[in-house]
């Protein structure tokens, strides 16, 4: 059975901490992975990794991908009250129907 | 910007009440999609649309149906409310084929009394 485990399942850190979020999968046919933020609101899309060991960068947020050990991380440096979320990590699967399976996600709470 | 709206933020029904959700997106996207999300169990698929008036089955498609008829709108009907159909459903809308984004509604938190 396809699926995607994210740990740890909550985090609380302090503003200016840098953290790790994990993604791993076991998904047939995979395509890529994505990391979405969700506040109180719509999930926002954050990065698509298709290769291994190319890391993508926004700002204090990067990401990158393992197709061989089938793992992802999201990292965050220097936290501010502003990133607390739930991170998403979904696989894409298959074939022209652009399915995601998702992992539950991973709660963030970073304090001043 | 990618717009995808859901009609309502929150909604409170009776049990055995037919519910309609209502999603619409501005980016010409072929493929929408339903998903519900509950603690623990993080988003499951529901239904999707590929194209107007084709749909096929997610992960979890007992209790709905779905409805689409123009191509910017995906409607999620719930033919007869229940209280374990209580949670937080998410519409999103992407490009036809693989390695395309979802993006996503704000969502609509439905409570069945």
């Known amino acids: 059975e396809d699926k995607v485990v994210q740990s740890p399942l909550s985090l609380v850190v302090h503003e200016g901490d840098t953290v790790t979020l994990n993604c791993s999968y076991e998904?047939?046919?995979?395509?890529?992975l994505l990391w979405y933020k969700q506040e109180k609101k719509a999930p926002t899309f954050l990065f698509m990794l298709?290769?291994?060991?190319i890391e993508k960068k926004s700002g204090r947020l990067s990401s990158i991908l393992d197709k061989k050990e089938l793992f992802s991380i999201l990292n965050i440096t220097a936290t501010q009250t502003g990133d607390s979320a739930v991170y998403l990590c979904a696989v894409s699967y298959g074939g022209a129907t652009n399915k995601l399976i998702f992992g539950t996600g991973t709660l963030l709470a970073v304090q001043p | 910007d990618v717009k995808v709206t859901q009609s309502s933020r929150y909604l409170v029904k009776r049990t055995g009440e037919k519910v309609f959700l209502e999603c619409v997106q501005d980016?010409?996207?072929?493929?929408m999609f339903w998903y519900r999300q509950d603690p623990g169990l993080g988003l499951r698929l529901i239904y999707f649309s590929y194209d107007v008036k084709m749909k096929e089955k997610g992960d979890i498609p007992e209790g709905y149906s779905v409805s689409r008829e123009k191509k910017e709108r995906f409607s999620l009907i719930l033919e007869s409310a229940s209280t374990n159909q209580t949670s937080m459903y998410l519409c999103?809308?992407?490009?036809?084929?693989?390695?395309?984004?979802?993006?996503f509604g704000a969502g609509t938190r439905l409570s069945v009394l």
């Open positions: 999103a809308s992407s490009f036809a084929g693989a390695g395309n984004i979802q993006y």
């Open positions: 980016m010409d996207h072929e493929n």
């Open positions: 298709t290769s291994s060991g």
């Open positions: 998904v047939t046919n995979f395509r890529s």
